[in-house]
């Protein structure tokens, strides 16, 4: 019975963690991702990408530090691992739980979203 829940949880909503180099990071593709990933959610918000690489890991500007905290914690309740480094929100890549990005991007768009909503940004 709890299995069936958490098998089910898992299928609605994957835990979504960065590659990790030498387990299921590939150098050759998952940079790709992580560009398509900073290309479709500045289409879907207008954040812009942050240009610095980090393995396993997408960064945008957000417009303030409260802005970061707080979308931070909209992806970690969404089941996506995030983290910020001033006002540059990071959140991660990984083509093994999420193949082609969408769940990220559908989770960034969503919290923020909630964040204009909230007048957060």
Known sequence: MIGDL?????????????????????DGTDPQLGRSLSVRIQEKTGLMPWDVPCDGWVGVVCPSVKAAIWMVRGLVVSNVFARREDTVLHFPVNPTTDTSGNFVVQAVSQVHGFAQARRVL
Do not use: Y
């Open 6 to 26: 958490f098998s089910a949880i898992t299928t609605e909503s994957p835990l979504i963690q960065p590659a990790l180099i030498g387990h299921d990071f590939k």
